[in-house]
């Protein structure tokens, strides 16, 4: 058998696209609405038009009434067709338009009637109200049919009750001016339902294009996956509205910025601060893979533009990498310090070598002597006035990779450390940084020489990093210090125009500033202050076992 394609099932209910339910919702709107404004001005119409029917009647009854001819004539004739009243009556009923004009006296005897033959006999209706003295509107069934009413007193010279006159209006005329009235009012409630339809149309079409004709389904689905997206990637994402303020902050993004919900409907510069990352988001700043500091944090960070005029920045976390770069190097300098260290060795071990061959025993043991003491001062020089190991450590390590590059590094007189620093770590990526920028700086220049100076103030660490480079301008010394600003080429492992930034950073979380001037020979000279960096000194064992000998038993318990 040859397979036949199955037949489509023809699926009725709602559709499924966006433009397609707010059309025929609004549509639906629109007709809801022009029905109920028929509705509502139909039914008071029909009221009114009763209401006026029989205010018609009474003005006609009271004028018929106020004829003094008639009451005379109910007086002095009999009630007859072709009676004065039946006259009289007729042509008022035929000036007025009017179904019937009834004149009776106070039996109820007819006097006047459209139908001559029916003068002179009983009324199908009660006449007690109008009789008694009382007007009447009403609508209600005679001998004629439905009508509306109005029937007064008749009185006579005296003021007398003699009758009544009962008018009546033909209630079909009142229906045909409700049912005349109806297809105007279609007319004006069908060219309001087109226009309701037309802007429902220009309406759906613009959220049409808005949502990119997708049905709502859809649309709920994106907001699913939107939100799982945000919140499961492990990049910070920042959207911006084209006011320039916070509208969407993912988990990854308040943890990298460190702040927290409270910071949407802001500008970054209200919810982060003045800075390079504020700069950054707000798009003062442009460019790809932008480096910014964020509190400890490395951030990389991109921008790009919305079509509603706003943007959307995301952020990734390159603290770990840059520690791990950073590392990196530091064991390149180490491995250049011995590979220094190795190619002096051999020299030196060729040089003994030769002394001793040579038969130049004395030669060979002052060699040794002053190669031994060189290094030796060094060290001591430099473990004597830092007492911290890590920094000694090193400098050490830093003199000996200057060395290799042809440039001398040495320590300020004036330095004096004592091991008592709060976080050696940080002073120690911050000398780094430093001397490594000051090496650079000096390469290639002759005379290449770096001085480091570390000094206790109290509580308060000092550190001066001089060299005699080309120094840096005067309109660059507070750029140098942005993320990402660099006169050097980058490493293939790494960004440049993040080891100043740190410093900055690092000094103003100690309550400190790092800056840079001009040192006093030439060159640069950089200067970082880094307050509450040592703890208090311990007081000597020996004033403390007098103190407690000074004072009295009670006062030592």
């Known amino acids: 058998m040859t397979p036949t394609t199955p ?83 007729e042509r008022i009923r035929r000036a007025t338009g009017a179904e019937y004009v009834v004149v009776l006296d106070h039996r109820g005897v007819r006097w006047s009637h459209t139908d001559p033959e029916r003068v002179g006999g009983l009324v199908s209706t009660d006449p007690g109200e109008a009789l008694a003295g009382r007007e009447v509107m009403e609508i209600d069934e005679g001998t004629l049919g439905r009508s509306a009413r109005g029937k007064v007193p008749l009185r006579d010279a005296d003021g007398e009750v003699i009758g009544a006159v009962s008018v009546g209006i033909a209630y079909d005329s009142v229906r045909a001016r409700l049912v005349h009235a109806i297809p105007g009012l279609l007319a004006y409630a069908g060219g309001a339902l087109a226009v309701g339809a037309l802007a429902a149309w220009l309406i759906s079409r613009r959220v049409q294009r808005q949502t990119r004709d997708l049905a709502f389904s859809d649309i709920a689905a994106l907001l699913a996956e939107r939100e799982a997206m945000l919140h499961g990637i492990r990049e910070g994402v920042v959207a911006l509205d084209r006011d320039g303020r916070v509208r969407l902050l993912n988990d990854e993004a308040q943890r990298l910025l460190g702040i927290g919900e409270e910071a949407v409907g802001s500008s970054p510069d209200e919810a982060l601060g003045t800075g390079r990352t504020a700069d950054v988001l707000a798009g003062r700043v442009t460019g790809t893979d932008l ?224 800056r840079v001037d001009e040192a006093p020979g030439g060159g640069a000279e950089f200067t970082v202050v880094l307050p509450e960096a040592l703890t208090e000194p311990e007081p000597p064992a020996a004033l403390t076992t007098a103190a407690a000998r000074s004072a009295g038993p009670e006062e030592t318990r």
Do not use: C
């Open 7 to 89: 037949a489509r099932r023809l699926r009725l209910g709602l559709p499924r696209r966006v433009f397609s339910q707010v059309l025929l919702m609004q549509v639906a709107i629109a007709a809801g609405v022009a029905v109920l404004a028929t509705g509502l001005f139909l039914a008071p119409l029909g009221e009114q038009l009763d209401d006026q029917a029989m205010r018609r009647a009474l003005a006609i009854a009271q004028t018929t009434a106020q004829q003094p001819q008639i009451a005379e004539d109910l007086r002095a004739t009999e009630p007859t067709p072709d009676g004065p009243v039946q006259r009289e009556a």
């Open 291 to 514: 480096l910014t500091v964020r509190g400890q944090r490395v951030l990389v960070a991109n921008r790009m533009p919305t079509d509603d005029g706003g943007a959307v920045a995301t952020l990734r976390d390159r603290t770990e990498l840059d520690q791990l770069g950073r590392e990196l190097d530091s064991t390149r300098g180490l491995i250049d310090a011995l590979r220094a260290q190795d190619h002096e060795h051999a020299n030196r071990m060729h040089t003994l070598l030769g002394l001793l061959e040579l038969e130049m025993y004395e030669d060979a043991v002052e060699f040794v002597g002053e190669v031994v003491g060189d290094h030796r001062a060094t060290s001591e020089q430099v473990t004597e006035r830092i007492r911290d190991p890590l920094l000694a450590a090193l400098l050490v390590g830093k003199a000996t990779v200057a060395a290799e590059r042809g440039a001398t590094l040495r320590l300020s007189d004036r330095s004096r450390l004592p091991d008592r620093l709060v976080d050696p770590r940080g002073l120690v990526t911050v000398v780094g940084n430093l001397v490594d920028n000051a090496l650079d700086a000096v390469a290639g220049t002759p005379d290449a020489r770096v001085e480091v100076e570390l000094r206790a103030e109290g509580r308060t660490a000092v550190l001066v990093v001089r060299d005699t480079g080309p120094g840096v301008p005067p309109e660059r010394r507070e750029l140098i210090f942005t993320e990402g600003w660099s006169t050097k080429e980058p490493p293939g492992h790494r960004e440049r125009g993040i080891g100043l930034p740190l410093v900055r950073r690092l000094a103003h979380r100690h309550g400190g500033d790092a």
